[in-house]
């Protein structure tokens, strides 16, 4: 019977090699709100991208992500010799398809200027070929009358600022000003940006965090050595546009890249407050109280202690782990930490009082 | 400041790997109880293990596990020339230490003997060194006056049966009249023997599950190639011995076992309803309606459809993954599956109603 | 120091992420020739495939392959309103660049006819869209005559025999009489089918192994859960057109797909001998002389024994892994295996005689 | 058909797991020698450790090394209540053992004084019960009477050395003027001391690389993570004590920790240089010619060039990895790199000369 139990399971196993599964991604969350894993940014063959439209959605299925946007380039279509020059048709092609899927699929564009002013992605577009305007700011117009988000696209890219150094120019602030710049990728591929971290936060604009993929996704991120691409976490009240496009005016995002978080420590504090769990005390001796700290997501987390005092003075939490933590008797309750891969602005950590009680 | 965030964390991740992190397993739960994961027959230098006994808890902290037993042989001491025969010994040593790492360590022992009646696990011994006798019945009678709860182990095992049928003698159920049997292995090591799930169904008994090692556990079940040690899943109203007791007298046990889950239907069945989330529907179209099956744990599960409809014939979910279900619109909303990996008797699987709507 | 040293490392190791390495196949050999990793079926956005033709070079790159066809089809165009139909066109986008890395491109297609006759890849083509005429005779006839090789693909795939039977009709008999039919894919995708080996066996055809690639390749064939595409192995003597075709003609090819290897006993022989290594004895005792059995490539072997004898009745081999074996003083110095994963015919496998001295 | 193959090569899967395979190590060579892969640092429950001395047999076999020593403290037996105090126990019971599964069991222990002198591991000793004089020097005159190789132990711990840096003591210049100090440990643990690899140059000794194990291996350096244990390679004549003996006394070193190898320039050019392969050009257009760098190892190797050229500024190679490189042709034929996970000195890196030809 052993054998024919192995077989069995065995048989059941291939089949399940051939399905479709995704992956569930676990987060915290933010009180009242769906945590949409977004992806803003992205190509396919209609513009310099390697694939076809359908392979952005299946990349999304199989990532468990909740949102994408193919933003092929108005401007810049080097396989034009073969593919057809239709800025919509990405989005037609894929959109049926993507909501069988559960995928949101936004309709964007990426807005392709030398430098300034640059790039520029647009959201919920109804007719990205209305864009073609040689004058910038009268597509920036259209899209906005279309009902547009727009965000400035990695502006510390060398390939438009060649020392890295991001910049506003006065086009940029001329946006702002006309309440026609929504955001700014502070992330992009695989680079951070501090000091556009700071733009958002002094400008109170969004933060956008994307891969700006162009070949298959596995090639940028390959999973087999634990790669995420980079996601824009937006809270919104249900997975659907109307939601997401008022969470994206409402700049609730969080950034996610590499093992690292950045945000505003309003969204972010009480994500990380619904990430973790501490429990007990489970066990006390003549010195220490014993407390079990758990991490529920798929994220890390590093916590250093501030200060002095009988605790843990480094906390490291990987994903899906927990740590027995040992708590002088002697020492108060609350214990201040930093979380150091939470960046609520470019040089500052979250701040978290644990209380073991 | 690109590279100093990377230098930064790469520093953080290096502290990671020296701290001792444990893995939160995800399974199911029966309504009103915790799910403990046990492993009630382990093996240290004491009888013929290869370890330390605190090895055994810190490889129980590691895997996340709440409760272990350490089952040194009464009568088989092979390292006797090194090491001082002292039946409580492993106990002695290990119970602080784990308590102060969260795990419950059971204080056991295996009493060996040949065929029949062949091996039996005592657990909640208060003094193991008093299980001696020649008489196998009196030893026995001495562990139930300890307050023991006692099984049988590998009955299927070809060491003590070389057709490796497993066989109730006599003195078993001498055993069983006296109530001095409270359960069986269905699982040891790598054996699952089904005709002793029958036992257990028939006789009321409770179901062990067990590793049984006695070199490292990651020899026996290396997490490098996904494999996991074997588990007796125990539903219990909190984390403590007399909680613990209560449950194993009650039966409330499920055995996990590769990628399988056996027991009885009344735990199984709830159980796995509270392992999957079935959302939706997200999307329709003119002939179906789109849902979302998530498998919230650390098991996989295999649906097979029974009978016809316009609903999927197989469904796989691995751990932690979803997938996309599409049902017919003329069909109705309750689709009947077995779960294949789930085993609530020996050929029969746990059968579920899956209700879309 | 310690300190300094690590952060050069992981800086170093951050560097790594970004370069393009390829894998290193290790692989058994045939004596006097290399060996080849090819590919001769994978499709592109010019037919139904989802990729642009560089990312087949890319993918190729990675997995370390020598050779590989892109071979869309001449009949089916489902992109033909996004994308131009020009059968030559991934050849012609993709030849510079891979010779750049140092994949050799083979110029081919796929001939796409319904039952009978079905598909078929034409490798080494001068001019694809020639093969555009009604008559598939013709179009064949225009194949050879640009010096094609012309193989049958997936016999057996149920989407042109339902009944998963593969069958040689009057029009593959015709073929071959005339010299116009070189091979057939006795593996395609996922799909073994031993009927159609034993046909390359009866007609002195060469057997192909390939992937039929429609996904980036890491869709299909996931190297995080330790799958590769199906192989065709060539024995050639240099990386060149004309040695690869001299090899093709001649029937040396060995099929790897999963963990089997396929094809004729006089290559599959010298294959395996040259991918183990037997060393010893390093050992004796009374009874025993103890050998290392190596294998020193990327597949793994199993070899059972024929007939009694005190020798390991199975040795696993997995890839790049040794075994200590123990051979009886008294048995005799040669000891018969069969390798069980290495089909010489559909239902024979390699015999191996290992001489213990 | 396709079914049946799927079972049988999946059962044949199950016994291959059941089995005991070693790893191959991949790594360079130096003419004339073979390398060993040695371990001469460990515990076992005879002193602080925590495992069987068998244990640590099987662990070599798993990771396939060629030497170990297990040295447990002479001076230390935390578990006495329990095991009994046998300074030969540990060799004595494994040596057999060790013998049919090729690793070479060193018979050694571990001197353990408080600072100064501080421990030392002595090897190839005849019994070690004989050295637990009182006097310090008296133990390693009697150590080398008996043939032992001697080396001071972690000389950077901070349990030695409260502040991390490593010295050398009067007693220790004493015993390298009697001869009778052959090394040091450069790296202990994960610890690596560049002042001690100064040592090792500047009086002319042995360098070695040990892990100083007391749980299981896999505690320590989990394989699921890639992590391997720290290597001391030795380059010998043939895999036997007389031939390691006159190899370390030879000081044919070379510590592998980590991602790094450090050792002397004479073994670590001849080393590297084995280590990888270049071949081509096996392209060229008109500004480039093609070359292809293999690493046939498992070690990654990291290159930087020296100077300027239009050569690739860095080459990664991953373990068992090749690279295409593009030389330009107006370039010259040689190009100069530093390998800079090579440390020929603590602080200098082996340099090599590339030559593209």
């Known amino acids: 019977m052993k054998a024919n139990l192995l077989i069995h399971t065995l048989l ?29 940014h992205m190509h396919t063959i209609f513009s310099d991208g390697e694939v076809w439209p ?8 199989q990532e468990g992500l909740d949102v994408i946007a193919i933003t092929d380039h108005i401007e810049y279509q080097p396989h034009r010799e073969q593919v057809s020059v239709d800025h919509n048709a990405a989005w037609d092609l894929a959109f049926e398809y993507a909501c069988r899927k559960n995928i949101l699929l936004i309709h964007g564009t990426e807005i392709t200027r030398k430098m300034p002013p640059g790039h520029f ?60 710049l929504h955001g700014f990728e502070i992330y992009n591929y695989d680079e951070f940006y501090p000091d556009v971290m700071q733009w958002a936060l002094d400008n109170n604009l969004t933060m956008f965090c994307n891969s700006d993929i162009h070949s298959p ?38 950034s996610w890249f590499q093992d ?16 973790i769990k501490l429990e007990g005390p489970y066990y006390q001796d003549e010195k220490y109280r014993y407390f ?17 005092g009988d605790a843990p003075e480094k906390i490291n939490l990987p994903e899906n782990s927990y740590v027995n933590l040992k708590i002088g008797k002697d020492s108060g309750d609350t214990v201040h930490y930093q979380v150091t891969n939470i ?13 073991f009680r």
Chains 1, 2, 3, 4 share one sequence.
Request: net charge neutral; glycine share 6%.
């Open 54 to 61: 359908l392979v952005r959605v299946d990349e999304a299925v």
């Open 292 to 308: 079990v700290l758990k991490n529920l997501t798929d994220m890390p987390f590093y916590l250093v202690r501030k200060g002095t």
């Open 121 to 180: 992605n647009a959201l919920f577009l109804t007719d990205a070929s209305a864009l073609t305007d040689t004058s910038f700011l009268e597509v920036i117009r259209t899209a906005v009358e279309q009902g547009a988000i727009i965000f400035y696209n990695h502006p510390g890219w060398k390939g438009q600022q060649p020392d890295g150094v991001p910049r506003l120019y006065e086009v940029h602030r001329q946006l702002i000003r006309l309440g026609w």
């Open 260 to 275: 690292t978080l950045a945000g505003i420590r309003e969204l972010a504090a009480p994500f990380f407050t619904s990430s």
């Open 343 to 355: 960046r609520v602005e470019p040089d500052q950590f979250l701040d978290y009082e644990m209380i």
């Open 12 to 40: 059941l196993f291939i089949v399940v090699e051939l399905s479709a599964q995704s992956r569930i991604i676990r987060t915290g969350s933010v009180p009242g709100y769906l945590t949409l894993k977004c992806d803003f």
């Open 217 to 254: 996704v596995e090639t940028e991120y390959p999973s087999r050595k634990g790669k995420h691409r980079p996601l824009t976490l937006v809270f919104a009240s249900e997975k659907n546009e109307p939601s997401l496009r008022e969470a994206l005016l409402a700049h609730r995002t969080l």
